[in-house]
Nanobody, 122 residues
């Protein structure tokens, strides 16, 4: 059974940092396009960051310069380092995996995690 399990969310203050992890099991995701999405209450799910086979990365404009996506294929784990967090970053964050870049960039991933809550508040 293929699973993506996120961890690392929590309640932090503006300006703080968090690192989210996405551990994959059931298969290797080497060669897959991977990404992080988020969904805030009352808003549509949006792509935050993606990493495509070959190491190419994409970021939403709202997180460029603050968030960094990375992956460790040996551990079958993907990360999202989030710095200088803002209240508007508050959302449930989901990791996703797709067989193609179009799937990840278009929100049509083949696998999704269950989500982890990130709350940024003073």
């Amino acid at each position: 059974q293929v699973q993506l399990v996120e961890s690392g969310g929590g309640l932090v203050q503006p300006g703080d940092s968090l690192r989210l992890s996405c551990a994959a099991s059931g298969r290797t995701f080497s060669g897959y396009a991977m990404g992080w999405y988020r969904q805030a209450p009352g808003k549509e799910r949006e792509l935050v960051a993606a990493i495509i086979s070959g190491g190419t990365t994409n970021y939403a404009d709202s997180v460029k310069g603050r968030f960094t996506i990375s992956q460790d294929n040996a551990k079958n784990t993907m990360y999202l380092q989030m710095n200088s967090l803002k209240p508007e970053d508050t959302a449930v964050y989901y990791c996703a995996a797709a067989r193609s870049r179009f799937g990840i960039l278009g929100g049509r991933a083949d696998y999704w995690g269950q989500g982890t809550q990130v709350t940024v508040s003073s």
